[in-house]
């Protein structure tokens, strides 16, 4: 069972959103909240697997509260998914850095919100290539301190490559039959390269690739 907190200001769109997410088998929407404090309360107190968390809330926003979640090792398997308004919103850019595991347009179709859900839920970033590419490539251009790229050192050259792939958006599958690996292989070399520099999970991995300099926009295809 996939567990799901759900944080916006506005009733409707919680409303919306549980009546699409409960009616699925593996899916149960385990808290609510109105503010970023409540989300971080919540997933603190619940541990649910994923929070689909809105950016602009009153007393605590959506960017600070996925920031507090991501730095507390104890919630270090809960999921935040970005819900916004529109797919070049300033905000997502340091959500994805904080540690967010992507992004979901709050006008998304029901079946791609439920299938983000499961997505992130087993471990993948919510990272569709057209869009985000996009996006990061942008505010990536205008970090304000960029990680240095001796962050990449530790990467062996096969690493590297895997990297590439990852920040193109590609599954594990995709990179296995891409490089000529298998999937478990692929899954390896993506762990290690999560645990080499430090990134939660592959939305970082994204945000890394372009910080470094390790891609470029345009670059991929």
Same mark, same amino acid.
């Given at each position: 069972?996939?567990?799901?907190?759900?944080?916006?200001?506005?009733?409707?769109?919680?409303?919306?959103?549980?009546?699409?997410?409960?009616?699925?088998?593996?899916?149960?929407?385990?808290?609510?909240? $109105?503010?970023?404090?409540?989300?971080?309360?919540?997933?603190?107190?619940?541990?649910?697997?994923?929070?689909?968390?809105?950016?602009?809330? +009153?007393?605590?926003?959506?960017?600070?509260?996925?920031?507090?979640?991501?730095?507390?090792? !104890?919630?270090?398997?809960?999921?935040?998914?970005?819900?916004?308004?529109?797919?070049?919103?300033?905000?997502?850019?340091?959500?994805?850095?904080?540690? $967010?595991?992507?992004?979901?347009?709050?006008?998304?179709? +029901?079946?791609?919100?439920?299938?983000?859900?499961?997505?992130?839920?087993?471990?993948?970033?919510?990272?569709?290539?057209?869009?985000?590419? !996009?996006?990061?490539?942008?505010?990536?251009?205008?970090?304000?301190?960029?990680?240095?790229?001796?962050?990449?050192?530790?990467?062996?050259?096969?690493?590297?490559?895997?990297?590439?792939?990852?920040?193109?958006? &590609?599954?594990?599958?995709?990179?296995?039959?891409? &490089?000529?690996?298998?999937?478990?292989?692929?899954?390896?070399?993506?762990?290690?390269?999560?645990?080499?520099?430090?990134?939660?999970?592959?939305?970082?991995?994204?945000?890394?690739?372009?910080?470094?300099?390790?891609?470029? +926009?345009?670059?991929?295809?």
């Amino acid at each position: 069972m996939i567990r799901v907190a759900l944080a916006d200001d506005q009733t409707l769109v919680r409303a919306g959103f549980r009546s699409i997410l409960q009616g699925e088998d593996d899916i149960a929407i385990v808290a609510e909240a $109105a503010d970023g404090d409540q989300a971080v309360r919540h997933a603190a107190g619940l541990l649910p697997d994923v929070v689909l968390m809105d950016v602009r809330m +009153p007393v605590v926003d959506g960017l600070e509260a996925t920031r507090r979640i991501t730095a507390d090792p !104890r919630l270090a398997a809960v999921k935040v998914v970005i819900l916004t308004t529109f797919d070049l919103d300033e905000h997502i850019y340091g959500a994805l850095k904080a540690g $967010a595991s992507g992004f979901l347009v709050k006008d998304t179709e +029901p079946a791609e919100l439920i299938h983000g859900v499961r997505v992130v839920a087993r471990g993948d970033a919510l990272l569709a290539p057209s869009v985000t590419r !996009r996006l990061i490539a942008e505010f990536a251009a205008h970090a304000a301190a960029p990680p240095p790229a001796t962050l990449l050192d530790a990467l062996t050259g096969r690493e590297r490559e895997v990297l590439h792939l990852v920040a193109a958006g &590609l599954s594990n599958e995709e990179i296995a039959a891409r &490089l000529v690996l298998s999937p478990a292989t692929a899954k390896t070399h993506v762990s290690r390269i999560l645990a080499k520099v430090g990134a939660r999970d592959r939305a970082q991995l994204v945000v890394l690739a372009y910080e470094s300099g390790l891609v470029r +926009p345009g670059w991929l295809t």
